[in-house]
């Protein structure tokens, strides 16, 4: 079992920078594929970026590639969403999850899911 609590979030102009946090409890955190997700209002939840069990493997969605950055922290339980040149488009809610089968991509693949948090990018 793994339980996550997303920080970070918050209101930028276009061109700033947010830095998100996922905190992980669980014994069996360093295993599992970690990624982070995001939904705007009246859209589909869609991918942002993937990182594997020993952090060793990154993937991005192409509109954050190069922008957006993800790392983990295996001794602190924690993963991280540098996320630079922010755009308007980036507004959504942040998801982090725990993937537990299938493709790095997929909504579906992730079995444990924070409950999100706010990241607004005014124009």
């Known amino acids: 079992q793994v339980q996550l609590v997303e920080s970070g979030g918050g209101l930028v102009q276009a061109g700033g920078s947010l830095r998100l946090s996922c905190a992980a409890s669980?014994?069996?955190?360093?295993?599992?594929?970690m990624g982070w997700f995001r939904q705007a209002p009246g859209k589909e939840r869609e991918f942002v970026a993937a990182?594997?069990?020993?952090?060793?493997?990154?993937y991005y969605a192409d509109s954050v590639k190069g922008r957006f950055t993800i790392s983990r922290d295996s001794a602190k339980n924690t993963v991280f969403l540098q996320m630079n040149s922010l755009k308007p488009e980036d507004t959504a809610v942040y998801y982090c999850?725990?993937?537990?089968?299938?493709?790095?991509?997929?909504?579906?693949?992730?079995?444990?899911w924070g409950q999100g948090t706010q990241v607004t990018v005014s124009s």
């Open positions: 999850a725990a993937r537990v089968t299938g493709t790095m991509i997929a909504v579906g693949s992730y079995g444990y």
């Open positions: 990182i594997g069990g020993s952090g060793g493997i990154t």
């Open positions: 669980g014994r069996t955190f360093s295993s599992h594929t």
